[in-house]
């Protein structure tokens, strides 16, 4: 299939969003005129080859993840309509929020035509507006449809994004023709050193990568492999890093990779970094990062990693303010980012955390409140995720408590002074 075989055609219309299923449904053909001035039929269209594999793309990105998969399809004479169920990823999730909020309408189809005809005498009388028409498309060969960027109300969506009552990604931002706007003096999010595919987040923490194994007893001298280690070395063989001093060999913690040739990880290093992590003056808000990094290697060992204890855990413990579903473990990933109910389910905020590897995302875990939350309610969310539910940390409950002072009474000077009084020696 040559790419410039293959038409788009974009179509405006009523969306109906199911937020508790995560789907659209909408109509993503109908014979009218568009801006090229062609009908497409939609009883013309040929599913059966969609119908195998019915993914559903943003803006006709063949090469990216779908956001979502088509649940249904139904043509006629007039139009053709389908149900999209949406993605569990950042990027599904940043869509859906568009269409559930109605900033977006729309959706386009891509296909190839197989048959087409100029309007008929027949067709403009049926049809009146068919006589701007230049061709009608009668058959033709569905291969995908796509959201696409192009805002109902492109006025609403630049206030709503400034105003951070939707939040999407500077991506999606660029894709929607809105500009992220920053201060020239802002922090840049990340840091890129020139080493291939090798990024690592202002934080400090180095994202994990695999390398070869070196043989399980394979004996470990950190101070003689970072020795013969240049910087760009311990880019790749450390977990992490001091950001304000990138150049200086003394700025690389917890080295556990030769420093020579395919940078082999070694056991020993790895049990050795892990053991380590807690005594280093590495951040506390690093840790967990550092952590999932080194519960990586742990698993290419085939290794049970120690459960991590550090309080500063932001995905590995429960708070005592949240229930927590968990849908894929988070030493899958090198780094996480956090949305605020991004999700709803009747009516109440789900909070999201994304777990990014290799610059893709998909939702890691849920966060529910609380206060909105009851742990029955957000476990029952978890069940029909797949996911593995943990309540919200039990906090510490504090009794009053009642102190009755009773005072310390001498019996015996009472009995003297009573045979005293009787006696008439006290009045």
Same mark, same amino acid.
């Given at each position: 299939?040559?790419?410039?075989?293959?038409?788009?055609?974009?179509?405006?219309?009523?969306?109906?969003?199911?937020?508790?299923?995560?789907?659209?449904?909408?109509?993503?053909?109908?014979?009218?005129?568009?801006?090229?001035?062609?009908?497409?039929?939609?009883?013309?269209? /040929?599913?059966?080859?969609?119908?195998?594999?019915?993914?559903?793309?943003?803006?006709?990105? !063949?090469?990216?993840?779908?956001?979502?998969?088509?649940?249904?399809?139904?043509?006629?004479?007039?139009? *053709?309509?389908?149900?999209?169920?949406?993605?569990?990823?950042?990027?599904?999730?940043?869509?859906?929020?568009?269409? &559930?909020? $109605?900033?977006?309408?729309?959706?386009?189809?891509?296909?190839?035509?197989?048959?087409?005809?100029?309007?008929?005498?027949?067709?403009?009388?049926?049809?009146p507006e068919w006589a701007e028409a230049k061709r009608v498309i009668e058959q033709w060969e569905l291969?995908?449809?796509?959201?696409?960027?192009?805002?109902?109300?492109?006025?609403?969506?630049?206030?709503?994004?400034?105003?951070?009552? *939707?939040?999407?990604?500077?991506?999606?931002?660029? @894709?929607?023709?809105?500009?992220?706007?920053?201060?020239?003096?802002?922090?840049?999010?990340?840091?890129?050193? /020139?080493?291939?595919?090798?990024?690592?987040?202002?934080? $400090?923490?180095?994202?994990? &990568?695999?390398?070869?194994?070196?043989?399980?007893?394979?004996?470990?001298?950190?101070?003689?492999?970072?020795?013969?280690?240049?910087?760009?070395?311990?880019?790749?063989?450390?977990?992490?890093?001091?950001?304000?001093?990138?150049?200086?060999?003394?700025?690389?913690?917890?080295? =556990?990779?030769?420093?020579? $040739?395919?940078?082999?990880?070694?056991?020993?290093?790895?049990?050795?970094?892990?053991?380590?992590?807690?005594?280093?003056?590495?951040?506390?808000?690093?840790?967990?990062?550092?952590?999932? =990094?080194?519960? &990586?290697? !742990?698993?290419?060992?085939?290794?049970?990693?120690?459960?991590?204890?550090?309080?500063?855990?932001?995905?590995?413990?429960?708070?005592?303010?949240?229930?927590?579903?968990?849908?894929?473990?988070?030493?899958?990933?090198?780094?996480?980012?956090?949305?605020?109910?991004a999700q709803k389910h009747d009516g109440k905020c789900i909070d999201v955390v994304y777990g990014i590897?290799?610059?893709?995302?998909?939702?890691?875990?849920?966060?529910?409140?609380?206060?909105?939350?009851?742990?029955?309610?957000?476990?029952?969310?978890?069940?029909?995720?797949?996911?593995?539910?943990?309540?919200?940390?039990a906090s510490v409950q504090i009794q009053p408590v009642s102190i009755r002072f009773t005072p310390v009474?001498?019996?015996?000077?009472?009995?003297?002074? @009573?045979?005293?009084?009787?006696? $008439?020696?006290?009045?």
């Amino acid at each position: 299939m040559d790419e410039k075989d293959v038409k788009r055609k974009e179509y405006i219309g009523k969306t109906e969003t199911d937020v508790e299923e995560r789907t659209v449904t909408a109509t993503i053909n109908t014979a009218t005129v568009d801006r090229q001035k062609e009908v497409v039929l939609p009883n013309g269209a /040929d599913l059966e080859r969609y119908q195998k594999n019915p993914i559903v793309l943003w803006a006709h990105q !063949y090469s990216e993840t779908p956001i979502a998969r088509c649940l249904w399809i139904k043509k006629s004479r007039k139009s *053709i309509v389908a149900k999209a169920k949406f993605a569990q990823t950042e990027k599904a999730d940043e869509i859906f929020q568009l269409y &559930r909020d $109605g900033y977006l309408s729309a959706f386009s189809i891509g296909f190839i035509a197989k048959k087409w005809r100029e309007p008929s005498p027949e067709d403009i009388k049926k049809h009146p507006e068919w006589a701007e028409a230049k061709r009608v498309i009668e058959q033709w060969e569905l291969l995908e449809f796509s959201a696409v960027p192009v805002p109902a109300n492109p006025e609403a969506l630049v206030v709503a994004v400034k105003s951070n009552d *939707i939040k999407i990604s500077p991506e999606t931002k660029a @894709e929607l023709g809105l500009e992220d706007e920053q201060d020239d003096d802002e922090e840049a999010t990340f840091i890129v050193w /020139d080493s291939p595919g090798f990024d690592v987040h202002k934080r $400090g923490v180095i994202p994990y &990568r695999q390398t070869p194994k070196a043989p399980e007893n394979t004996p470990w001298d950190g101070g003689k492999e970072v020795a013969a280690a240049d910087v760009d070395d311990l880019k790749i063989m450390c977990a992490w890093y001091d950001a304000s001093k990138p150049d200086l060999k003394s700025s690389y913690k917890l080295p =556990h990779h030769q420093a020579k $040739g395919a940078h082999p990880v070694v056991w020993r290093a790895v049990a050795n970094a892990m053991a380590r992590l807690n005594q280093t003056d590495i951040p506390a808000a690093d840790k967990p990062g550092v952590y999932r =990094h080194l519960a &990586r290697h !742990y698993k290419e060992f085939g290794k049970e990693p120690p459960k991590f204890m550090d309080s500063a855990s932001l995905e590995l413990k429960p708070y005592p303010n949240e229930h927590s579903c968990r849908l894929h473990p988070p030493e899958n990933y090198d780094k996480f980012r956090r949305v605020n109910c991004a999700q709803k389910h009747d009516g109440k905020c789900i909070d999201v955390v994304y777990g990014i590897k290799d610059g893709k995302s998909e939702i890691q875990a849920l966060r529910f409140s609380t206060k909105v939350w009851t742990a029955a309610a957000a476990k029952a969310v978890c069940k029909a995720r797949g996911g593995t539910f943990e309540p919200a940390a039990a906090s510490v409950q504090i009794q009053p408590v009642s102190i009755r002072f009773t005072p310390v009474v001498d019996v015996a000077a009472i009995a003297k002074e @009573e045979i005293k009084r009787r006696k $008439g020696l006290v009045y």
